[in-house]
Each structure stands twice: as structure tokens, then as C-alpha cells.
């Protein structure tokens, strides 16, 4: 579609069309601002999923406009994004879209902020099966961590 088009492109008048695309009654077309805002050729397509995704919309679009802002971290240059990785967090609200959260910052570069946000989840989740996968990343990370530190001369 020109949505997708127009997402490769960039730009503000890109990203208005996008939006308003977002806003329109017709299904198809918030479906393909989605898709499009999630191969964007910056991060502002995928802020504005995120936002999009503050609105409440309904779950089969919040399922689609979530997977599509999570592919964007995966397959942009900024996959250690920690302002990335944070507007997703902020809207990870079902079990489903935390255990996708976490199951990514486990393949982050070990870095101070992904602990920080593992622990939360670790720590405040309303999921059982989130805080034992939060556990396992942080495991993961650390184990990541201690393979990538200098060895000690002489061994």
C-alpha cells in the first residue's frame, strides 16, 4: 500500500498520513499505518505506535500495533536502545506483551539499564510466569556479562 511506501520514505507529511490513518474508522487502514509505522525509516514511527498504543485501542490492533513496535527494535540499528526499549515497556500491559519484552532484553548487550528493567519486572510483575522469565534474562544477561570480561593475565 502507499502507507507502506511512504514508511520507508520518512518524513512529517509521511508520518501525518500514518496518523491519520491510525485515527480513521476503517480497519484496513489502521492495519496498514501499523505495518508501516513499524518498518519506518526512523524511530518516529515507532513512537508513534507507542502512543497509539496509550489510546486503548482494541485487542486485535493493540496484538498487531505491540508485535509491530517490538519488530521495529528488533530489526532497527537501535536494538540497544534504552529509550526504545522504555517506551515499549511503558506499554507492555498483558502478560503476553512482558514475557515478548523480557524474551528480547534477553538478547540486549548485558548494559545497566536492562538489568534495571529485568528487576522490575522480576520484582512488580502481576504474572508469575513474567517474573520467572525476568529471572531467567537476568541469568542470562549476567552469564552474557562474565563470557564478554577481560580474563585476568596469567590464565
Partial sequence: SLLRLLGRVGGGTSLALAADALKSEDVKNKIAAIVALGTWGDDSGFKALVEYLGTGPDLQLRIRAYES?????????ETNSEELWTLLSSEAKTQDEQMKLIRGLANVDPSPWAFTMLDQYAADSEYDKVTDL????????????????PKPKGE
Fill in 69 to 77: 513496535a517490538y519488530q521495529y527494535i528488533l530489526s532497527s540499528s
Fill in 134 to 149: 525476568a529471572e531467567r534474562a537476568i541469568v542470562r544477561l549476567k552469564d552474557i556479562q562474565k563470557t564478554r570480561a
